[in-house]
């Protein structure tokens, strides 16, 4: 009997959660989507909704302001997949603090939780974010510049990290660094002397407030570093999470398609009528199909227990060709209205270009 099975089924909870979770995309995150991007704000509104849901509530302990209850990636694979067919960049910024919870969960000592966990289960959003990219062409996540260098009891970080979601709004931040012992993960407060944070401009994402981070001999205390760091596991739980936004962003290019290739007519009829148009309408899905199901995979071994990097490696790398593919037959299929930005297509494919570009920054 093969051991790759995996149900598909959903239990009680998560169905009720994404029944809510569709809901207020419909009703509130979709609508304000071009707003968002127009501004090139994170929206607060939207941002405490999200938040409300309790994504990063979950697995704190309860005598940390927690719920306590078991990790589940897949869950939270599911959340990010239907809050990003709202709006994949507000979706990437609001899921942050839980991606360093679920960081400071898997590589952080208890002292580290104590101190770090309940600020991130309070009831309003605090922003925390996972800093990994580097600004350069050849970047490899584990041959790193950013460095860390032991001095008595505290660390020296140097370097420059780039595409940090909603950075404007953190209050620390986990950085990824070279050690003397390989890659290692530091708990960077935002005030920390020493550390600039600037807006970065950017194609897409433009509402997730992306920044670059500068760290010109930050000090922090050699407690800040976690001690059980794997960045094969960040990596990793980071490709689903991104994987996840893919597949949400590229499901609202096809919903949003399907009707305008029905509705709209050249030559008398309904484009949809012509094999061209139907053929690729068909290949986005069974793309977006291929997407998802690997994703699911990739989640439902890593919450097994099971080796789940594989998946997630082959889910990425799918996810990276296929999304782009899917955001620029969106434009294509709407012809010049893709174009403008009456349409939201461009914006589905601006950000959708990303998922190639993000390392490490939504680990589920």
Not at 22 to 37: I, K, M, T, Y
Request: proline share 5%; net charge negative; aromatic share 6%.
């Amino acid at each position: 009997m093969s051991t790759d099975l995996f149900d598909l089924t959903l239990n009680e909870e998560q169905r009720i959660t994404r029944e809510n979770m569709q809901r207020f995309v419909r009703g509130s995150l979709a609508p304000a989507a071009r707003q968002a991007d127009d501004s090139a704000c994170l929206p607060v509104e939207l941002v405490s909704a999200i938040h409300d849901f309790g994504l990063s509530l979950m697995p704190v302990p309860e005598a940390l302001g927690g719920v306590g209850l078991p990790r589940s990636p897949l869950s939270n694979a599911l959340a990010a997949e239907d809050l990003a067919s709202g709006d994949m960049s507000v979706t990437l910024a609001a899921l942050q603090p839980m991606a360093a919870v679920n960081a400071l969960m898997d590589f952080g000592s208890e002292e580290q939780q104590e101190q770090w966990l309940p600020d991130l289960a309070a009831e309003q959003w605090q922003g925390a974010a996972v800093a990994l990219v580097e600004p350069r062409a050849t970047f490899e996540p584990s041959e790193l510049q950013t460095r860390a260098e032991q001095s008595g009891g505290q660390i020296l970080l140097s370097g420059t990290k780039s595409l940090v979601p909603a950075g404007q709004s953190c209050r620390w931040f986990l950085v990824i660094a070279d050690t003397a012992n390989g890659p290692g993960a530091f708990i960077v407060p935002s005030d920390t002397q020493g550390l600039t944070i600037s807006p970065e401009a950017t194609m897409g994402l433009r509402s997730a407030e992306l920044s670059t981070l500068v760290l010109d001999q930050v000090s922090v205390p050699a407690e800040h570093q976690l001690p059980n760091f794997d960045l094969q596991r960040l990596l990793a739980l980071s490709w689903i999470g991104q994987c996840a936004l893919a597949v949400g962003c590229c499901q609202a290019v096809l919903d949003y398609a399907i009707p305008y290739v029905k509705e709209r007519k050249a030559f008398g009829e309904p484009i949809a009528w012509r094999q061209s148009v139907a053929f690729m309408v068909a290949d986005m899905a069974i793309e977006i199909e291929g997407m998802r199901l690997m994703m699911l995979r990739a989640a439902s071994r890593a919450e097994q227990g099971l080796s789940f990097y594989r998946e997630a490696y082959l889910a990425q790398l799918q996810c990276m060709e296929k999304a782009m593919a899917i955001g620029t037959n969106g434009v294509q299929l709407f012809g010049g209205a893709g174009f403008v930005r009456d349409y939201p297509l461009e914006m589905w494919y601006r950000n959708l270009r990303s998922i190639a570009v993000l390392h490490g920054s939504l680990m589920v």
